[in-house]
T-cell receptor, first 114, second 117 residues
């Protein structure tokens, strides 16, 4: 069965600090990988996704993620966080083919302080 | 991008009553929709896969008689929480993938917060 592991439960950073959130997955086949963000009181929004091709994926709001197949990882990064990045971040995995549900990690809460 | 809506956004009901939550794909047809549940400060857990014109597929541990799913059209799936109890209080989220979307990105509804008193 698929599983997704997010290493950090709660991360607290000062503004302008760099961010890296870890995500590892367990799945035997080829996968699609996603990072979603959930701002307080709002619904899930897609930050970025990896489908195929360049393993370094750029998303919205300055976020990027790198797919490292050998490590089964898809870590999220941002060089300089802002207060407005305070949110819950979820890594998710879906099979490469087929309209099937995503498997989510437990999420990482990011708190950015001034 | 594709839009998925949910109604209502919030609902408060008394214990023992039933509540219906609607999930609509506004600008595409969805033969499959997914229902997730999110407890406070936790991740999304898949409850069931809703299939248009056929029975839903429930995840292990989800009571199909308690969480009734109806996918009557290509743009609407409903989740009815029957005989709700306080432990059913949660955030319910649906999602769908537009047809022909090669990377199978799912679009999520805004969620419905259910509070059972």
């Amino acid at each position: 069965a698929q599983s997704v592991s997010q290493h950090n439960h709660h991360v607290i950073l000062s503004e302008a600090a760099s961010l890296e959130l870890g995500c590892n997955y367990s799945y035997g086949g080829t996968v699609n990988l996603f990072w979603y963000v959930q701002y307080p009181g709002q619904h899930l929004q897609l930050l970025l996704k990896y489908f195929s091709g360049d393993p370094l994926v750029k998303g919205i709001k300055g976020f990027e993620a790198e797919f490292i197949k050998s490590k089964f990882s898809f870590n999220l990064r941002k060089p300089s966080v802002q207060w407005s990045d305070t949110a819950e971040y979820f890594c998710a995995v879906g099979p490469y083919s087929g309209n099937t549900p995503l498997v989510f990690g437990k999420g990482t809460r990011l708190s950015v302080i001034a | 991008g594709a839009v998925v809506s949910q109604h209502p956004s919030r609902v408060i009901c008394k214990s023992g009553t039933s509540v219906k939550i609607e999930c609509r794909s506004l600008d595409f047809q969805a033969t499959t929709m997914f229902w997730y549940r999110q407890f406070p400060k936790q991740s999304l857990m898949l409850m069931a896969t809703s299939n248009e014109g056929s029975k839903a597929t429930y995840e292990q541990g989800v009571e199909k008689d308690k969480f009734l799913i109806n996918h009557a059209s290509l743009t609407l799936s409903t989740l009815t929480v029957t005989s709700a109890h306080p432990e059913d209080s949660s955030f319910y989220i649906c999602s769908a993938t537009p047809p022909g979307q090669g990377d199978y990105e799912q679009y999520f509804g805004p969620g419905t917060r259910l509070t059972v008193t």
